[in-house]
């Protein structure tokens, strides 16, 4: 909200009713200009000015003119055509009609198509396409419709619908203890029901079972003869309808074969990760429920269902046909031994007979295979004999007869349910497949024993999982690391991202202790390390947290060793490993990275900072510089650091350090004690010495018994430099001070490095360096002033004008005072619109100033009658309520 408006007080009143006379002649209206000086002569305008006039006229000129602007703003009170073509004079009349109804029938296909279902979608019943239940392939016997669709036998419609007088009729034969007649039992009657009831199916089945084997062969018979009748002459009558029927044009046929063109079917639905991850655990803890029944001796079946054909008929009420004696007609692959196949290379075609069976579901099962087609569970051994591993044969294992399924349909009675129940358990024949022996139930428990687990639960510290991972090869370790992280996947529960998270550190700790074991297990570490890519991927922040860590808690301590001792010893081989970790998990490129940025100087502290006084020293500070080139090889940073410990090494493989022409930096030294560690004591020994690379465990311990090993493994350091010199080289080709950076190195590979002593493969090395950095060498020109014609000084001569008017600025020439005076009109013109700009701009502030204000006051008023009203009806109601009560 803003100010208020400013109250008028009396005086603004007075001055509407004044006359101009008045005005003028009221002092307090009148504002009189002082002029400066008095010119005798010279009349002024404004000497007497009118501040009220002039204001009050202005804002009634604004309010006629920027007033009614501003309020027609944004406002169009004026007829468009908008209809297409109505101006253009190129379009014929019937041309803008048919644009213009086909825009109109668009604009409302547009509107219709909204709530239209996508065509391209297909829509499904269990499982099974609308348009495929459409072409009705199903074949359908009309034999049997005609015969048994809706008709019912007379004693199950006398049982059900009769009054129950089947339950009361005597049958003859049967007598009583006084001689006469006895009715059935009600057990009695049951039993015959369902008897009855399983003799009319099976009859239905053989019928239908006969039917279909005489359409086969009727169907073979005819395709037999189709050929023949495919080449028969035609007769004349035909032949000339066939002449005078035109030709299709192009339109036509491609209409036609549109007709048949194949229609883009749907494409399986991508799983999301959640997905993947879920079906993955279910998969694995299945696999762990079998191996746990392994080894309790439990036999574990093949239960793997086949694919089943459903009718668009099918109710999927779990009907199940009886099974029968008389071998069905359906068609099995068998190899040339006569054995069952899975549909896979060649065989023949043959009758399966006893021993299979054929479900509901058109699928055939195999001897001995476990019969689908049934509700119960798998543990529901004592309720019924079906669900045993066994093929079972004979008439009396239906569960779904007739009787059975229309009891459920009307609500039936559960006494003849379980009467049929315990009709079925006692015809069941006993399973053909042989069990397993007790020495193959005890080889398999033992197998499934020695096997590891299928599901692993998150380790909550490091003793879990080194116990976890303990004893285990290292192949066992990563499939067990990849089963933790699947069964413990973060979309699986709620707290399995924290435990995932603490999972990367732990295997960091864990490839810590593997190499500071003497051996270290390398081999085991190479393998771990796609699980901890793979954490990293999941969790980046927890992992670059994780080696942060790990980063700062050994410079620390590197830091620690320099303030007492001066020096500090080089990285051990877990921290190298660390290391080499980071350049894997990281990127090395980036400009600035949380981890591997503080990795480098890591690196570098190491090279500056660590004394060589050992073999095992040379070779932590050669991996160290590998580590550095892996860093920096994309980004081609330059590393000062690196440069010079690759200088010092080969310093320590000069034999003659008196007059060197060059200078090394710490940790090395021109002359001491171990500047000798890499010449070799007998140059012979370069003779029987093949290029091999440094193994990562010298680093801690380096066994060296002869004399002719050392100048081995010192001529392998030498190579190791010799290339990470020349690699370094290639990176920085593109530097201009690259001259002058490897202008040491060439001095000592040129003039100090003993090199006709060593093998044929260092001298070609050595030349390629050294060719290739006198390659990049360029001669760079001196600096030099900048070659141009000097600009003169100028010169200050007087410069004489006649003036003729004295006191006032004025030119000579006629154009020159001209020209002074459009200026003098410009300026006073440019300050005028500004003002008038300013009081345009505070009258329209103060004009939506007055429109905010009104709306407010409104709404106010608003509120209080609807506070009103409200607190009248709160009145209303509370007198309502008081009265209520005292009634009571």
């Known amino acids: 909200m803003g100010k208020p408006p400013k109250k008028k007080n009396l005086a603004d009143k007075v001055r509407k009713t004044k006359t101009s006379t008045e005005i003028k002649n009221n002092p307090f209206e009148v504002k009189i200009n002082r002029k400066k000086f008095d010119i005798l002569g010279r009349k002024s305008k404004h000497d007497v000015g009118l501040p009220g006039v002039s204001r009050s006229k202005a804002i009634n000129k604004r309010k006629e003119t920027l007033l009614k602007e501003y309020k027609t703003k944004d406002k169009a009170n004026k007829f468009i055509d908008k209809r297409f073509g109505e101006y253009d004079t190129k379009m014929d009349p019937e041309e803008k009609i048919l644009q213009r109804f086909s825009m109109e029938r668009q604009r409302t296909q547009d509107k219709k198509d909204m709530y239209n279902l996508n065509e391209e979608e297909e829509l499904t019943h269990y499982g099974q396409s609308l348009s495929e239940m459409e072409k009705l392939n199903d074949m359908v016997d009309s034999d049997d419709d005609a015969d048994e669709k809706g008709v ?107 007709g048949f063109e194949m229609k883009a079917q749907p494409s399986e639905k991508m799983k999301t990760p959640e997905e993947v991850a879920r079906e993955e655990r279910e998969r694995l803890q299945k696999l762990e429920a079998d191996r746990l029944r392994r080894m309790m001796g439990d036999v574990v079946e093949d239960c793997t269902k086949t694919q089943a054909h459903m ?39 043959c009758l399966v007979g006893e021993g299979t069976k054929l479900d509901g579901k058109w699928n055939i099962n195999e001897e001995g295979a476990k019969i689908e087609g049934d509700d119960e569970e798998e543990g529901g051994e004592g309720e019924s004999g079906e669900e045993e591993s066994g093929g079972e044969e004979g008439s009396g294992e239906d569960s779904h007869s007739d009787l059975d399924s229309e009891q459920e349909s009307e609500g039936g009675e559960e006494e003849v349910e379980e009467e049929e129940k315990d009709e079925e358990e006692k015809d069941e024949v006993p399973a053909t497949k042989s069990q397993l022996s007790e020495e ?79 051996p270290p297990e390398l081999s085991t570490i190479d393998k771990i390390i796609p699980q901890l890519y793979g954490l990293c991927q999941l969790f980046p922040e927890a992992a670059s947290k994780a080696m942060q860590t790990t980063l700062v808690d050994s410079a620390h301590r590197m830091e620690e060793v320099l303030e007492v001792k001066g020096r500090a010893a ?299 009203s409200l607190a009248t009806q709160e009145g209303e109601w509370k007198a309502l309520k008081r009265r209520k009560n005292s009634r009571h």
């Open 152 to 258: 019912l036998s007379a004693e199950l419609t006398a049982s059900h619908f009769g009054g129950g007088g089947l339950l009361r009729r005597k049958t003859q034969g049967e007598k009583d203890n006084g001689g006469n007649q006895r009715a059935k039992s009600r057990q009695e009657l049951i039993e015959e029901l369902i008897l009855k009831s399983k003799q009319e199916k099976r009859e239905r089945q053989n019928q239908k079972e006969e039917s279909q084997v005489l359409t086969e062969k009727l169907d073979q018979d005819w395709k037999s003869i189709q050929g023949l009748l495919a080449h028969k002459n035609a007769p004349k009558a035909d032949r000339l309808e066939e002449e005078d029927k035109p030709k299709l044009d192009e339109y036509d046929m491609m209409v036609r074969e549109l």
């Open 311 to 349: 009718s668009a008929d099918d109710l999927n009420d779990g009907f199940i046909l009886d099974g029968d004696e008389k071998p069905t007609l359906a068609y099995q692959v068998r190899d040339q031994a006569g054995s069952a196949l899975s549909g896979k290379g060649p065989g023949r075609l």
């Open 440 to 518: 193959e139930r005890k080889a398999q428990a033992e197998a499934a024993k020695t096997e590891l687990p299928y599901t692993f639960k998150a380790p909550e510290s490091y003793s879990d999982l080194k116990g976890l991972l303990q004893g285990h090869p290292a192949d066992h370790q990563c499939i067990i690391l990849a089963r933790t992280q699947k069964c413990n996947h973060p979309s699986l529960a709620v707290g399995n991202k924290l435990k995932l998270q603490k999972l990367f550190g732990f295997l960091l700790e864990y490839v810590g202790e593997l190499a500071s074991r003497s």
């Open 570 to 868: 080089f990285p051990q081989l877990d921290m190298l490993i660390y290391l080499k970790i980071t350049a894997l998990l990281f990127p090395t490129s980036d400009f600035r990275h949380p981890v591997t940025t503080p990795a480098l100087l890591y690196i570098s502290q190491a090279l500056t900072k660590c004394p060589v006084m050992s073999l095992e020293d040379v070779t932590s500070g050669l991996v160290l510089c590998c580590l550095a080139v892996e860093y920096i090889s994309f980004s081609k940073r330059f590393c000062p650091e690196l440069i010079n410990f690759l200088l010092g090494v080969l310093h320590l493989a000069v034999q003659d350090k008196t007059s060197t022409g060059y200078s090394v930096v710490p940790p090395f030294r021109q002359n001491g004690k171990v500047s000798d560690l890499l010449v070799l004591s007998d140059p012979e020994s370069s003779q029987t010495w093949s290029k091999k690379t440094l193994p990562l465990s010298a680093t801690q311990t380096l066994t060296l018994t002869t004399d002719l090993d050392t100048d081995h493994y010192r001529l392998s350091a030498v190579a190791t430099c010799m290339d990470l010199l020349k690699h370094c080289s290639s990176l920085y080709r593109e530097l201009t001070s690259y001259s002058h950076i490897f202008q040491p190195i060439t001095t000592l590979l040129s003039k100090h490095l003993p090199i006709k002593t060593y093998p044929a493969a260092l001298q070609d090395l050595h030349g390629e360096i050294l060719a290739t950095i006198s390659g990049s060498l360029t001669s760079r020109p001196l600096l030099v002033f900048q070659k141009k014609k000097p600009i003169p000084l100028k010169l200050f001569t007087p410069k004489i004008v006649e003036v003729l008017d004295y006191g006032k600025k004025r030119g000579n020439t006629k154009e020159e005072r001209e020209k002074e005076r459009l200026n003098h009109k410009y300026k006073k013109e440019f300050k005028g619109a500004l003002r008038e700009i300013r009081k345009d701009t505070r009258f329209l502030a103060r004009e939506k100033l007055n429109e905010v204000m009104g709306r407010d006051a409104e709404r106010k008023r608003k509120v209080k009658e609807l506070f009103g």
